[in-house]
């Protein structure tokens, strides 16, 4: 049985310069995008007292995916606030209904980052390869990416095409 992948967008923009080169991983791998800027995801609560679109959005994600790319924007060197949250928020399901939590287990995880420039710096990555390994999902790999002149240059469109053969392919 091969559940399908799923591509997380955590930009502050729906259609920036992330959702063009994610647009570009659908039509490679033909994943479905969730859009994490429709939600009202709150930071986290040690009192689990949110009420807010995440618990149903993680229930609904790991009850139907097995292949999780985690798209993020470059801002301050780093992933975005909007995807931090998101990870910040994974902790409610290790707190309580740690069922759920778990299915992330034997699931996959890919990232993208989108920058101004083609310069990555070091440690991006550390984050989502730790978060991997706590969560028990198998880490895919990363790609940097990012837009010259509101185009995807050839050498972007090459790793895109790459990782979507490695994610459909693991
Ligand atoms: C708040 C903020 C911080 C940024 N910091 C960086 C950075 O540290 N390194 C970088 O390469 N680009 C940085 N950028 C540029 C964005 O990463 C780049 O424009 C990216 O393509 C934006 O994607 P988006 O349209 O999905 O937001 C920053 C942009 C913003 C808005």
């Given at each position: 049985m091969s559940r399908k992948g799923v591509v997380i967008l955590g930009s502050?923009?729906?259609?920036g310069n992330t959702h063009t080169i994610v647009s570009q991983l659908q039509q490679k791998t033909g994943f479905d995008m969730i859009d994490l800027q429709q939600y009202k995801i709150n930071h986290f609560d040690y009192e689990l007292k949110n009420e807010d679109d995440f618990n149903a959005l993680f229930k609904k994600l790991t009850a139907n995916y097995e292949t999780f790319v985690f798209a993020t924007p470059i801002y301050w060197y780093t992933m975005s606030g909007v995807m931090k949250v998101f990870f910040d928020r994974i902790s409610d399901f290790l707190f309580d209904e740690k069922d759920i939590g778990r299915r992330l287990r034997g699931t996959k995880m890919g990232v993208i980052s989108c920058g101004s420039d083609n310069e990555i710096k070091a440690g991006f990555e550390m984050p989502f390869v730790e978060s991997a390994q706590y969560l028990g999902m198998e880490y895919v790999g990363h790609i940097h990416t990012w837009i010259e002149n509101k185009k995807i240059t050839p050498t972007v469109q090459q790793s895109i095409t790459d990782f979507a053969n490695q994610l459909m392919e693991k």
């Amino acid at each position: 049985m091969s559940r399908k992948g799923v591509v997380i967008l955590g930009s502050s923009r729906s259609n920036g310069n992330t959702h063009t080169i994610v647009s570009q991983l659908q039509q490679k791998t033909g994943f479905d995008m969730i859009d994490l800027q429709q939600y009202k995801i709150n930071h986290f609560d040690y009192e689990l007292k949110n009420e807010d679109d995440f618990n149903a959005l993680f229930k609904k994600l790991t009850a139907n995916y097995e292949t999780f790319v985690f798209a993020t924007p470059i801002y301050w060197y780093t992933m975005s606030g909007v995807m931090k949250v998101f990870f910040d928020r994974i902790s409610d399901f290790l707190f309580d209904e740690k069922d759920i939590g778990r299915r992330l287990r034997g699931t996959k995880m890919g990232v993208i980052s989108c920058g101004s420039d083609n310069e990555i710096k070091a440690g991006f990555e550390m984050p989502f390869v730790e978060s991997a390994q706590y969560l028990g999902m198998e880490y895919v790999g990363h790609i940097h990416t990012w837009i010259e002149n509101k185009k995807i240059t050839p050498t972007v469109q090459q790793s895109i095409t790459d990782f979507a053969n490695q994610l459909m392919e693991k």
